[in-house]
């Protein structure tokens, strides 16, 4: 069985273990000092062994990434994550991305940020830090186990990054010492090899990452009984997660629209909804930590959503590494035996949850008032318990494969899950637009209710006057529930308009919010625009027999396909625009097609404009063929986004391989026809006609010197193809020292090549030999064009919305060190 | 009562409601056969009929898909999809359709395949076994 294998590089590996394991048990040293300070204040020593464990811990993450990427970079196939999520074409960009393709590598990514995060928590909060840290190390325990990978009591636990390919695998191959020469990897998928697969994993990750910060601080204020003091430092970090997290889901939303073929930008995936649910649960929290710091109202809610959002986080991790969703999502996530583990690992943290909460039931701080209906915290209070509605919906249907898993039951997801939860979130969006309106005019306590409804009414107007254009100009008409949408979007839109306004006029405290509710406004505008009138442009009504199924009117299964064909140089109309392919090339390994976009005016024939669009495909065998990714246009108001589904094959074939030596300048052509001729004959060619025009007795070549007893005549050939285009070719005919050659003509426009091989004087012929090139099947492509209008709404909206969580965090810091000043 | 509480009840009635009416636009898997009865959409699992053509001509038709696959009670049936051919559907382990059926065959909207993931495909593709010298 020992078998020396030639050209392994194992240190690497044994480093990178080392440090997992060191890094596993550098969290549990931490955890359980950290706890022990929190228990035991006045023991000093507690807390710096708790500051020796996490540094240990953050050294050993940086190694293992470290090692990690050293072996990516360095092409060591020997290891099974290599192996599996790179290869030697990979440019090195997307060797970024490849580190956190597998599992393994998106655990590290969560560990990294977790220590980042927990070096900021070290230095920067003070009496907090043992309680905090306690909770950030049990996570960061949990998530080392992750990378383990050794057999403990007969199960796997985690699964190492560094595991060797012959021990991952079983094949007969590993048997020869020599297997590393003559394994293929596996590459990185094609979907990822895209800009943004290097910046939107880190964000999202990033995101879920310091959810476990409000999280952290809402347990250790109920541990530590300091029930009203962490909202003050714990809101700036939930508000933090809260603008990390959406960006990174809007990243991944448009890497999803730019690279991705399923046609969109938001498809109600399992993946996309389980990212989102605690994005909401997050949202509602800070809404109500908020309420709760201005009103004394909703504690109870504040840290119950604060915390939950967390636990949420880990079952949106179940949900996508366990492998349950499985019939449910395009996303081929598979298990890597790890499920019995994500399972303890929420467990664990919703017993914490729910144990601390009932542990200090009866010292939860609570308030016998009653919210007054014209105040701020009371319809905050509303909206929260709306966005926790939402993440229900959400919940309930994404989670049914737990429940039939759980339950054995057999039930399946909606038929149609985007209008399935456009209608329930839909209705949603509508109410939480509509308050984050109109709390915004509401005053915390207590509101003048006159004021309240003199600055409501005015918006109000304007917003509905606004709208009505809007819904005209966007064609948003069709439908009772986009009417309404729009409606909300634009008077969420305005209302915060005129309160950014007013902090112009010195009322800075609520620029951030306003700033990203006009954020929030404009993303929900955009998203419903670009989703409800978006149509496909690429109709295919030509190809479509007007008798299929009888052409019931309505009935999706006869509406006329959506993939457009076009064969090279043959223009189609589409639309407005005339459309042609006219041809592609090829970057390996991708091959890109080009579709020439014109728009024509239809009175004066003129190109109002025109433009080349390239969506390639790479065709990708082990992946599963052609995977095509968009190409699109984009416009200030509509995009035109353009996606190849189906190719000819020749375009995507392998250049032949024959030596420039062995090439006679024939291979190309087909079997030769030979013809007697004279002159004045017409011939016919697969494309067209040729004469015979005459003799050039005259005709010279060059470096060849001719005797005098040499004969050497031209034959003039007119080609007229087809579409009436005039060649002449004029091949030579030599007869030197008594040998004949003949020095042979190439059409190439129309594949053709003549030879002048003989002259017969007994006939009185000519004789030539015409070749033809086989008539190329024209190369042809098969694509679907999507018109999105107002897409830009949505991406402008979410950086709008960033930029006011930026001015928010800012804020509270500053509000919080005010407060600690205050208190010291 | 305060009016806090009321409302708190009465969204949690709204929750309990909007999950049973979830579990009413829930469908279920089914058959050819029970989708030859039941007339309406639904989603039927099975697999590829590998024997048979997989039949795609964007030449003639570039939204006219048609193949043949089994359902889970190994029934065989003819699947017509309004589309142009899902790029990996020969390698798939698994698909689930969604459609329903029109007299013999399946008219498939949607189609959503199990491939074998490339992370836990246990096997190494091997290069034709050549001397490092080339």
């Not at chain 1, 394991?21 to 931490?30: D, E, H, K, M, T």
């Not at chain 2, 030859?36 to 003639?60: A, C, F, H, Q, S």
């Amino acid at each position: 069985m020992d078998v020396n294998y030639v050209g392994e590089s194992l240190l690497p590996g044994q480093i990178g273990q080392f440090f997992v394991v060191l890094s596993f048990g550098a969290a549990i040293l931490s955890l359980v000092s950290y706890f022990f300070a929190t228990n035991n204040p006045e023991e000093k020593s507690w807390k710096t062994l708790g500051r020796i464990g996490f540094f240990t811990n953050a050294f050993s993450i940086l190694v293992i990434g470290a090692t990690l990427f050293y072996i990516i970079y360095n092409h060591l196939f020997e290891y099974h994550y290599a192996f599996a999520h790179s290869d030697k074409n990979l440019p090195t960009h997307y060797i970024i991305s490849s580190f956190w393709e597998g599992q393994e590598g998106s655990f590290w990514l969560w560990m990294f940020w977790q220590v980042i995060l927990g070096a900021v928590l070290v230095f920067r909060s003070k009496s907090w830090e043992a309680p905090v840290m306690t909770f950030v190390m049990l996570c960061q325990t949990f998530l080392a186990s992750m990378l383990i990978g050794v057999e403990i009591f007969g199960s796997r636990l985690g699964s190492s990054p560094f595991i060797l390919l012959r021990d991952a695998l079983q094949a007969p191959i590993f048997s020869d010492p020599n297997y590393l020469s003559m394994i293929r990897p596996r590459g990185l998928n094609p979907l990822l090899q895209n800009y943004w697969m290097v910046i939107h994993p880190p964000t999202l990750f990033l995101g879920f990452a310091s959810m476990i910060v409000p999280f952290a601080y809402a347990a250790a204020g109920l541990w530590t009984r300091r029930y009203k003091e962490w909202l003050t430092p714990g809101l700036p970090y939930a508000l933090f997660a809260v603008m990390v997290l959406g960006t990174g889901i809007i990243m991944g939303s448009f890497w999803a629209y730019e690279a991705l073929n399923f046609g969109g930008f938001w498809a109600w995936d399992p993946v996309e909804n389980v990212s989102i649910i605690p994005w909401f649960t997050l949202i509602a929290a800070v809404h109500v930590i908020l309420a709760y710091k201005h009103s004394g109202h909703g504690y109870f809610s504040a840290t119950l959503l604060s915390l939950i959002s967390f636990v949420l986080v880990i079952y949106a991790s179940y949900l996508t590494r366990s492998g349950i969703l499985g019939e449910t999502s395009v996303h081929s996530f598979t298990s890597l035996g790890m499920s019995g583990q994500l399972i303890w690992f929420n467990l664990t943290f919703l017993v914490i949850m729910i144990g601390l909460l009932i542990w200090r039931r009866k010292e939860l701080p609570s308030t016998k008032k009653e919210e007054d209906i014209y105040s701020r915290e009371f319809w905050l209070f509303i909206g929260a318990l709306v966005l926790t509605v939402a993440c229900v919906q959400m919940i309930s249907t994404t989670s049914i494969p737990v429940f039939n898993a759980i339950f054995g039951t057999d039930v399946a997801p909606p038929i149609d899950p985007i209008s399935h939860y456009n209608k329930w979130q839909g209705a949603f969006a509508v109410v939480i637009l509509l308050l984050s309106a109109v709390a915004q005019f509401l005053k915390y306590k207590r509101t003048d209710s006159k004021k309240f409804w003199a600055a409501t009414l005015a918006s109000l107007i304007v917003s509905i006057i606004i709208a009505a254009i809007a819904i005209y100009v966007m064609k948003v008409y069709t439908n009772v529930m986009y009417i309404l949408i729009t409606f909300s979007a634009v008077f969420s839109i305005i209302a915060n308009i005129s309160i950014l306004a007013d902090a112009f006029k010195g009322k800075w405290r609520l620029t951030g919010s306003a700033v990203s509710h006009i954020g929030f406004g404009l993303l929900v505008l955009g998203a419903l625009v670009a989703a409800a009138t978006n149509e496909v442009i690429s109709l295919n009504e030509t190809g479509y027999i007007g008798v299929k199924n009888f052409g019931k009117e309505g009935d999706k299964f006869t509406d006329p396909g959506e993939n457009l064909f076009l064969t090279e140089g043959e223009p189609v109309q589409m639309g407005n625009y005339k459309i042609t392919y006219i041809g592609d090339s090829v970057a390996p390994p991708n091959v890109f097609y080009h579709i020439k976009y014109e728009n024509i005016d239809e009175e004066s024939g003129k190109v109002l404009e025109e433009f080349v669009l390239s969506p390639f495909a790479q065709n990708n065998p082990a992946m599963g063929g052609l995977i095509g990714t968009p190409a699109t246009k984009h416009y200030f108001t509509h995009d035109v986004y353009t996606l190849i589904t189906a190719a000819s094959a020749d375009s995507q074939a392998p250049i032949s391989n024959l030596n420039e030596e062995e090439k006679t300048g024939f291979e190309d052509y087909d079997e030769p026809a030979t013809y007697q001729v004279n002159i004045g004959d017409t011939l016919r060619y697969r494309n067209g006609i040729y004469i015979i025009e005459g003799v050039n007795k005259s005709a010279k070549l060059e470096n060849i010197p001719l005797a005098e007893k040499d004969v050497i005549v031209g034959l003039k050939i007119k080609v007229i193809s087809s579409d009436n285009k005039e060649y002449n070719a004029e091949p030579i005919f030599l007869l030197k020292d008594g040998h004949a050659y003949d020095f042979n003509k190439d059409v190439s426009e129309q594949g053709l090549k003549f030879r002048f091989s003989n002259i017969l004087p007994a006939k009185d012929k000519l004789e030539i030999m015409v070749y033809q090139k086989p008539l190329p099947e024209k190369k042809w492509i098969v694509f679907k064009a999507i018109k999105f209008p107002y897409i830009n709404f949505f991406w402008v909206g979410t950086i709008v919305m960033t930029v006011g969580f930026c001015m928010a965090i800012y804020r509270r810091v500053k509000d919080g060190k005010r407060e600690a000043n205050i208190e010291s | 009562m305060k009016k806090s509480s009321i409302i708190l009840m009465a969204i949690i009635a709204l929750a309990i409601a909007m999950i049973l009416v979830i579990y009413t636009d829930s469908s279920t898997y089914s058959t050819f056969k029970e989708a030859k009865e039941k007339k309406t959409e639904l989603y039927v699992v099975g697999v590829l009929n590998k024997e048979k053509k997989l039949d795609y001509d964007p030449v003639k038709d570039a939204n006219l898909f048609t193949f043949y696959m089994y359902d889970n009670d190994s029934t065989e049936c003819k699947i017509v999809f309004n589309g142009s051919k899902p790029q990996d559907i020969e390698r798939s382990e698994q698909i689930v359709l969604t459609g329903k059926m029109e007299g013999d065959q399946f008219h498939a909207t949607k189609i959503l395949m199990k491939c074998p993931s490339k992370y836990n495909q246990d096997q190494v593709e091997v290069i034709e076994a050549t001397t490092a010298s080339l």
